[in-house]
């Protein structure tokens, strides 16, 4: 059985990394995207 406590930290655990794979995801996207308008721009 899980105490209260123990299943608050596993959920908080949890939501803290989905938003920092949201956050990386998001960061990642972001990055391709100046890079393809970086290369728009030389071409």
Known sequence: ML???QT???SS???LTAMAA????NTIK???SELRRMRG???
């Open 41 to 43: 721009r030389r071409s």
């Open 8 to 10: 608050s930290v596993i």
């Open 13 to 15: 655990v949890m939501f």
């Open 30 to 32: 972001n990055a391709g």
């Open 3 to 5: 105490t209260c406590f």
């Open 22 to 25: 949201n956050l990386t995801l």
